[in-house]
């Protein structure tokens, strides 16, 4: 009795798992002619899911279906044949009405006389057990037309059980998912695991990055083993991280639908199917069910040379500063993609010197073998002559979105040559570290390159050749961040004069927090507390700074504590304002520090009132549910009131990924004898120094020095015009996505997501004896624009979407000393300037024949400019809308 109820559960799930029927995928009858009609539609819009607000077109079509063979040895292998007549193609959206670039056109015009033959000619299908075994059509069909016809053939591919496979049709390699049940079947595709070869690249960080999404789902009605209503729908959409209003989304659908059946030709006699096949046209061709890639051809279009003198105006130093300036630059680049090596270097050997910094720029940001290899023949680094071209092509790999193989070992080959400027082959090193990282994210770290490019790094920090290289492999290290680094770090940031050791805390202190082990922290806390040997006060405050920002122990927070009272006055006041800037912003270490705070010996009013001026803040430039935007501010002063160190960070923040947008480090050293001050302890002996260092966008760059020495330093101070001196300048490709999509309908979709920006970040400090009184000014200016583009091509039609956003921005920062009398005051003051923020979105369909129909909208804004607060006593300070920092006179003494 048992056995038999086992059995009757078997054969019921049996049943309800699969369709009625003796096949396993669907079969015609013979001598019958299935009569079916046939649309494939596509709009693409915003996401929002309104018809009306969409562009798009279908095509329409009957559809005839006959058997032309069925293996005599079994009844799941036949050979059918489809054919497409009846061609009909039109808009989506139907209140176009008069506007319809489809109105007054009859099909032909349309399509294509050649076209519409070739889609009208009929295809063969074999199939054995329900999966495609052979496409057959013929030779030399236009590829996007034979694609629509794959498109069409790939709905026939199906099981008629529930279960989990693999299965290749014009999406390629595709896992899918049947859920049968009586006379309907479910066919869910992954296309985010399907396996085709389409060109195209993202940008590997998440911040900057896009999330795109795919889901196809097709609903069989089954009827006697054979369709009676297919209806399938594809969506593909994105949307940009950190700025979601650029997005987009393409909604495919195909139906399919059996009209009538009537008697048909007879089947072909025969045992193997390429018999049969010949027989029925021996022009007949096996070709892959896959789509394959077709390109439109761009009539009209302007050559490169002619682009980049459209756009050239644009691209003076004057005009940086404009949003123009970043779309053209983004518009050139993409011409530049599908450009030929002698074209990009006749116009980088003939253009004038003030235009060619942005013209590389360009050129590198294009990330072409043909580009690379142009703007190589193009540069000379053995001259000290092109000394800011080098440099700017160097700062264009280093930010590069997709960087390969090919360059990382372009840049080693050239760090092994001869330089004109000892300058760019520090630079070439840094930036090489950089590229190593960037691979390494994209599971490259085992490439050959990046191999020979760790080994080069670590090895000159093993075994340097000359004293002076230490600081170039350490500031490469500092962008690679390889793990097996850390142990040469440590051992500079213990045993390394006062910048190496200070420079190698701060490569630590961009490690991942799983980095900063318990072996670590022991190095840090000796360099913190001076168990081994004295150190500066920015190589003691950088490596308390690291252990408070890696899960501190309890003792760890304790003797920090323990310790204000008994240090320098300055680093007294820096250090209790980095505890409360931890409590007040809640950083993970406030729940340690609070535990801690608990004790009487570690908070009691002579610890938390000690005075000074130095001071760390940190506060919110931009605040949302799913993002943020962050800045710091740290200050450091010497005992005598000359800055010795300032630090300003902005980070952008999605969920847990984070993007270091910027770093603006400005550095002075050994000053006290202009005032006749005695130097703070440790730092009797240090030379005459100042100098800015920057990190952007993740990227560290070379650092810029102001003066160096006491006689460097009196000469500057003689000349100096209170000028800035830029620390980088010049246009970024910052977002990068590219995507080809093969949709299952057979069209042809592209999504691109571009952000380019120009960008002047400049420094100076100043010193006056006669007022006792010195200046220090960061000032950020930047012109961003960020553009989608979705299109969906049939070649015959296309259809697109194009997104823009764009703002003008700008960010200084002015701190002001005045040390004629102790305590000394302090101006600082921190504002962002009025911004304008546009977006505008345009939407098409155009006929290749050149009719089309655009909609434009537009959208402007205006975010306030605000002083920002850079203490705690101003931390309200940003509700307050200031003018321009060019107009406002806002800041304080204190």
Known sequence: MILLAVFFLCFFSSYSASVKGHTTGLSLNNDRLYKLTYSTE??????????????????????????????????????????????????????????????????????????????????????????????YSYENEPVAIENLKRGLASLFQMQLSSGTTNEVDISGDCKVTYQAQQDKVVKIKALDMCKIERPGFTTASQVLGVTVKATSVTNYKIEDSFVTAVLAEETRAFVLNFLQSISGKIVSKQKLELKTTEAGPRMIPGKQVATVVKAMDSKYTAIPIVGQVFQSVCKGCPSLA???????????????????????????????????????????????????????????????????????????????????????????????????????????????????????????????????KKLCQ?????????????????????????????????????????????????????????????????????YDVSFITDEVKKTLNRIYHQNRKVHEKTVRTTAAAVLLKNNPSYMDVKNILLSIGELPKEMN???????????????????????????????????????????????????????????????????????????????????????????????????????????????????????????????????????????????????????????VKGLILLIDHSQELQLQSGLKANMKVQGGLAIDISGAMEFSLWYRESKTRVKNRVAVVITSDITVDSSFVKAGLETRAESEAGLEFISTVQFSQYPFLVCMQMDRAEAPFRQFETKYERLSTGKGYVSQKRKESLIAGCELPLHQENSEMCNVVFAPPSETNSGGWF
Request: some cysteine; hydrophobic content about 40%.
């Open 306 to 436: 002619e682009h980049w003198q459209s756009i050239r105006k644009h691209m003076q130093p004057d005009n940086l500063s404009n949003t123009e300036a970043a779309r053209s630059f983004l518009a050139f680049i993409q011409h530049l993609r599908t450009a030929k090596r002698e074209d990009i270097l006749q116009i980088l050997k003939t253009e004038k010197k003030e235009v060619l910094p942005q013209l590389v720029d360009a050129v590198t940001s294009a990330q072409t073998p043909d580009s690379l290899d142009a703007i190589l023949d193009f540069l000379d680094f053995k001259s000290d002559s092109s000394v800011l071209l080098q440099e700017r092509f160097l700062y264009a790999c280093g930010f590069a979105s997709h960087p390969d193989e090919e360059l990382l070992r372009t840049l080693i080959s050239k760090f092994k040559g001869s330089f004109g400027s000892n300058d760019i082959r520090e630079s070439v090193m840094i930036i090489m570290g950089a590229l190593v």
């Open 42 to 135: 596509v709009f693409l819009d915003r996401g929002k899911g309104q018809l009306q607000d969409s562009v798009g077109y279908r095509i329409s079509s009957n559809v005839d279906v006959v058997l032309l063979w069925r293996n005599p040895d079994g009844d799941d292998d036949q050979l059918i044949q489809i054919t497409i007549t009846d061609v009909n193609v039109e808009n989506v959206n139907q209140q176009r009405g008069e506007k319809s670039i489809f109105k007054g056109k009859n099909t032909p015009k349309i399509i294509g006389k050649e076209n519409l033959e070739a889609m009208q000619r009929p295809m063969l299908l074999h199939l054995i057990r329900g999966k495609v075994k052979e496409f």
């Open 442 to 510: 994209t599971d490259g770290c085992k490439l050959k390159a990046v191999v020979e490019a760790k080994k080069l790094i670590l090895g000159g920090l093993e075994k340097p050749e000359k004293k002076e290289d230490i600081t170039m492999y350490l500031l490469a290290l500092k962008n690679a961040l390889l793990p097996e680094g850390i142990p040469l770090l440590l051992k500079y940031a213990e045993a390394g004069e006062g910048p190496v050791s200070h420079l190698a805390i701060t490569t630590l202190q961009r």
């Open 573 to 727: 006041k820096y250090m209790l304002t980095i505890i409360q800037d931890i409590l007040r912003f809640e950083m993970p270490a406030s729940k340690m520090v609070r535990r801690v705070l608990k004790e009487m010996v570690a908070h009691n009013y002579d610890r938390f009132a000690k005075s000074g001026s130095s001071s760390a803040y940190t506060g919110y430039i931009e605040r949302s549910p799913r993002a943020a935007s962050t800045y710091s501010l740290d200050i450091l002063y010497s005992g005598s009131g000359i800055l010795r160190r300032s630090n300003l960070n902005i980070f952008q923040h999605i969920g847990k990924a984070e993007l270091h947008g910027s770093q603006v480090v400005l550095e002075a050293q050994g000053l006290e004898g202009l005032i006749a001050a005695t130097p703070d302890e440790g730092e009797e002996n240090l030379d005459s120094y100042a100098g800015m260092s920057a990190i952007l966008f993740d990227v560290q760059l070379r650092p810029v020095t102001f003066f160096s020495g006491y006689s460097d330093l009196m000469s500057k101070m003689l000349s100096a015009s209170g000028d800035p001196i830029s620390v």
